[in-house]
């Protein structure tokens, strides 16, 4: 067999997940029964629309006029001189209806769960990013939705809980486990489970079961063609890193995949270190070389106990707070496609500052710790070298966060 | 022959279906268990089913969740697990055992060192909740050469072609769960479960077995008239529940539980 010239080292990458939803030995469909008939309903509708150009039409006409995309690429001029290194260029997934990356995947979904006729959505949700991403699209669409939260998540994340109520969505606040986004994600699966007949269910990340990392994927993956695009038109060239927040990785992945072949970019996922990776109070499975587990139907790296059992993870950041991490990352790392570092709560903050001061952008927290390692990186790199961050959401759901660390109240 | 086969072969012998408690283990707490499992058998329990308490039991409703918890919490471990069945086998080496739980705590222990131990202690079967058939590859050929039975569910919404294929893969029983939904959720419909295991009976010789939604003597028996085993769990967990600070009193209550059902089954 002769290889096409254009293959290159990571081309098997482009071609995966294998027919039954396995990165590797990562990924998977690892549910009980009951869920195995929703979710070959939901692969065989996904892959029916994937390539139907009406499909594809309508779901670029709700990202140009609903979400307000392309979003742009910005150079951080300020900041990129005052590190003193490679010039950072911000992809503004802030500026999206919703205020993040997330929408691009709940438009995708909603548009599935339209074709299948459900009536209701659920999901869950960590900094409430993706439960307002839900929120917005069921409203839009007029379908009943409800919205999985942790009850830690509830309480650090007021703002997002009200605006996915005006919205006209319930929140579910979850009591069960360590009350975060992955007991969010056991509730919302028993709820599927329940209501399958009616219910689609919009997962958030690019973990789950076949085929949720594939299509949130493939939905996200439009800021990674549109990064790709822009910096060809405003660098002139390819960049030269890359660098993006990862706790499931949906805007990770997003942005690295459509250059997942562009040998010469490199790659860099910043987990949660919390109060560090070295303290064991992180949420940073990769970077800390967690054991493969199984978790909410993927396996995949996963912080678990000798027994088995999943880890509490902490972090300052809800979205990032996760035991787990898409089983597509699981297996960049071990091919060596992306290097996976962590930023801990600490170097978040100060990347949070410091950008909001000398460019007036406040990231979201999750975000942040991707500016925490650019800030690392620039410095190591030429002023001729260029990074470009995933800005994945904005700071305004954080604002309280950030004053109780401040000694503020309102 | 596997114990499992064994005692579904007895019971056709008698005409009688199997009575199948499931209890999580280590709940309230580890040294309880054995003689729990022994007050099953007592009080007629044909086969036990003993849970692997886990962090996050996705297809399990509150009072199986709050189960895990109240085991965990005493640190009951899958090696532990591995230690009751071999106390339990001291005395009654006939009851069949099936571990039921969820993967993650196979995994990290591995595959074939669980394999291997499962074996060793006398456990029979091992149904993992959420590890269908096709996600089965490595794991059931290992069980099968230790003669431990992989047992899969099947559900309501399950397909005739799905269907065939956890029919083909499927050892001991198979599990039907009688409703959509978590275990410990609403009261099954009796018809409604004899028209999902007719088609099942064509495809296979296995014994059917139903659980989910069965609380009392009157579910039960309702249910043996159409299944060949009835599987009762919550409505064991919700007593343990309601007992912890009295855990002396549990093993009484198990028992009054499932004699009960099993005097309405056999009447």
């Not at chain 1, 339209?114 to 990013?129: S, Y």
């Not at chain 2, 003669?147 to 072609?161: C, E, K």
């Amino acid at each position: 067999m002769t290889v096409p010239v254009t293959e290159t080292k990571f081309s098997d990458l482009t071609r995966m997940p294998d027919a039954r939803g396995h990165f590797g030995p990562y990924g998977g469909r690892f549910v009980s029964e009951t869920l195995s008939f929703a979710l070959e309903e939901l692969e065989q509708t996904y892959l029916s629309l994937r390539d139907d150009p009406d499909f594809q039409a309508e779901f670029d006409r709700d990202l140009a006029h609903y979400v307000g995309r392309p979003s742009p690429l910005y150079h951080a001029e300020r900041w990129s001189q005052s590190l003193g290194g490679a010039q950072i260029w911000l992809k503004r997934e802030d500026l999206n209806h919703t205020g993040a990356h997330k929408v691009n995947n709940t438009i995708g979904q909603a548009l599935l769960a339209k074709k299948t006729g459900k009536p209701r959505v659920i999901a869950e949700t960590g900094a409430g990013q993706h439960g307002v991403a839900t929120a917005t699209v069921a409203a839009r669409l007029g379908l009943e939705c409800d919205v999985y939260m942790g009850a830690t998540d509830v309480q650090r994340q007021k703002l997002n809980v009200y605006r996915m109520r005006l919205l006209g969505a319930r929140v579910i606040p979850v009591e069960s486990g360590t009350r975060t986004l992955k007991d969010a994600m056991n509730e919302a699966l028993r709820d599927w489970v329940t209501n399958v007949d009616n219910t689609f269910y919009i997962i958030g990340t690019v973990a789950g079961p076949h085929p949720y990392p594939q299509l949130v994927r493939d939905f996200n993956a439009v800021v990674g063609r549109e990064a790709r695009r822009q910096s060809l038109e405003q660098i002139g060239r390819l960049p030269d890193a890359l660098v993006a927040c990862v706790g499931g990785g949906s805007n990770a992945l997003g942005l690295f995949y459509p250059f997942v072949e562009d040998d010469a970019v490199a790659m860099y996922g910043v987990e949660a270190g919390g109060d560090g990776v070295e303290t064991g109070r992180h949420a940073a499975p990769l970077s800390s070389n967690a054991p493969r587990g199984v978790l909410h139907g993927n396996r995949t790296y996963l912080m678990s106990d000798e027994g088995g059992q999943v880890s509490d993870t902490h972090s300052i950041s809800a979205g990032l707070d996760y035991p787990g991490v898409g089983p597509e990352h699981a297996l960049w790392k071990d091919v060596g496609r992306v290097n996976y570092v962590a930023a801990n709560d600490k170097e978040v903050l100060e990347a949070f500052r410091e950008l909001t001061h000398m460019e007036g952008i406040m990231p979201a927290l999750e975000s942040a710790h991707a500016l925490a390692h650019a800030k690392v990186l620039a410095p190591t790199m030429r002023p001729d070298q260029h990074i470009v961050v995933n800005l994945s959401g904005r700071g305004d759901k954080d604002i309280m966060t950030v004053a109780n660390i401040d000694g503020i109240e309102f | 022959m596997n114990r499992i086969d064994q005692r579904f072969s007895e019971l056709k012998e008698q005409g009688r279906k199997a009575l199948i408690p499931y209890i999580t283990a280590g709940d309230p707490a580890p040294q309880y268990t054995v003689g729990f499992m022994h007050a099953l058998v007592e009080a007629g329990a044909d086969i036990i089913e003993l849970g692997v308490p886990f962090s996050d039991p996705m297809a399990d409703g509150p009072v199986i969740q709050k189960a895990c918890e109240r085991a965990l919490k005493q640190g009951t471990r899958l090696v532990d697990l591995l230690d009751m069945v071999a106390e339990f086998r001291q005395v009654d080496t006939e009851t069949p055992i099936v571990l039921m739980g969820y993967l993650n705590p196979i995994e990290r222990i591995g595959y074939e060192t669980f394999a291997d131990k499962a074996a060793s202690v006398g456990v029979d079967g091992v149904l993992v909740v959420d590890m269908p058939p096709e996600e089965a590859d490595e794991f059931g050929p290992l069980l099968k050469a230790r003669d431990l039975a992989a047992i899969f569910l099947v559900a309501p919404t399950t397909s005739h072609a799905r269907a065939a294929t956890i029919c083909a893969h499927g050892e001991g029983y198979l599990y039907y769960v009688s409703l959509k939904g978590v275990t410990g959720a609403a009261t099954l419909n009796a018809d409604d479960v004899a028209e999902h295991l007719a088609p099942l009976r064509e495809m296979t010789n296995l014994p059917l077995c139903v659980g989910f939604g069965i609380r009392d003597g009157v579910t039960a028996a309702e249910v043996a008239k159409v299944a060949d085993g009835v599987i009762v769990g919550s409505a064991l967990v919700n007593r343990i529940a309601e007992s912890v600070e009295a855990p002396e009193t549990i093993a009484g209550q198990l028992k009054s539980v499932l004699a009960e059902m099993r005097t309405a089954m056999d009447a």
